[in-house]
């Protein structure tokens, strides 16, 4: 009876897994699992209820009516296995075990992976799990503990900080520059090779935007390269590509090296901010505190990437 009632407990991890977030290798993922060990779990779990909780088809899983009662309830008995496992985590002192982050791939990349070393030599006894995405996770029921996200916030539910604010910059190659010349108002950039950002998401280019007096005007360039990564994007400018727009963050390594140079400065925009979330029962985990101590080293006031644009 202990394997079954286990087996069955497993299957309901994997079941929510999956219905959160809409796909077995999703919750595969999320669980650091296989695919087909999600999907073997729930279907044992559908021949042991004798229930069909999926209607399924080659691209999507969709909830039957049976499966969405079983998920709301499944939803409930994870968060309370969660509740104990925080209150246990609470009275320990001493951070360790498995620290999850979420964050986008670029300030994953360009920020939290090079200050991890660092935060694990302080913390010997605490693992990072670092998932770097651009989709919008489901912090509560993929059990992440933190996570840095860019732009608008709309869960309420979450605890907050602000960690710093997100600028963008116009960039070019000293070599380019002395090319082309180097234009002193976004007007000018019609009369320039533009490099320019596709989302991958919507397909969409960037929008650039400069602070023009008091508005912010959004420009969308003739690109003469357009690509849908951030970092080729920069490779491309440091190769004498054009002139782009950018996260300082991911500029700055160019810059210090001598490969691109900021622009247009006097127009750079505070787009958004960058923030840290993390859930409510969350608040006393040792964990988590000490994580958001030391994002508080990695976004100091005047981040030295911003410096670069401000003091440019």
Not at 6 to 19: H, P, S
Not at 129 to 135: F, K, P, T
Not at 182 to 211: I, K, M
Request: with cysteine; net charge neutral.
């Amino acid at each position: 009876m202990e394997q079954i009632a286990l087996e069955r407990l497993t299957g309901v991890i994997a079941f929510a897994r999956a219905a959160s977030l809409g796909s077995y290798t999703a919750a595969a993922k999320s669980l650091s699992i296989s695919p087909s060990a999600v999907s073997k779990s729930v279907r044992r779990l559908e021949l042991q209820l004798g229930l069909s909780l999926f209607t399924r088809t080659t691209r999507s899983l969709t909830l039957t009516s049976e499966g969405a009662d079983l998920y709301e309830r499944a939803l409930l008995l994870l968060r309370q296995a969660e509740e104990i496992e925080q209150h246990a985590l609470a009275v320990r002192a001493e951070p360790s075990g498995t620290l999850r982050v979420t964050a986008p791939l670029p300030i994953g990349t360009n920020l939290l992976a090079p200050a991890i070393p660092g935060f694990r030599e302080r913390f010997p006894k605490l693992e990072i799990d670092l998932r770097l995405d651009d989709r919008r996770t489901d912090i509560v029921d993929e059990g992440i503990d933190v996570a840095i996200r860019v732009g608008d916030l709309v869960d309420s539910q979450l605890l907050s900080r602000k960690l710093a604010p997100h600028r963008l910059c116009a960039f070019a190659s000293p070599s380019y520059l002395k090319r082309r010349g180097t234009p002193t108002h976004p007007d000018e950039l019609s009369e320039h090779e533009c490099v320019n950002f596709r989302f991958q998401s919507s397909g969409q280019p960037s929008r650039w935007p400069f602070q023009v007096g008091e508005r912010v005007v959004e420009v969308i360039p003739r690109a003469a390269v357009t690509v849908d990564s951030g970092d080729a994007v920069l490779a491309i400018l440091a190769a004498g590509g054009g002139i782009g727009v950018a996260p300082p963050y991911i500029a700055a390594q160019y810059v210090r090296q001598g490969k691109l140079i900021p622009i247009l400065t006097r127009f750079a925009v505070e787009r958004s901010s960058i923030t840290a979330l993390w859930p409510e029962n969350r608040r006393g985990n040792p964990n988590v505190r000490a994580f958001l101590d030391y994002l508080d080293e990695i976004f100091p006031k005047l981040p030295p990437w911003d410096e670069l644009v401000v003091n440019a």
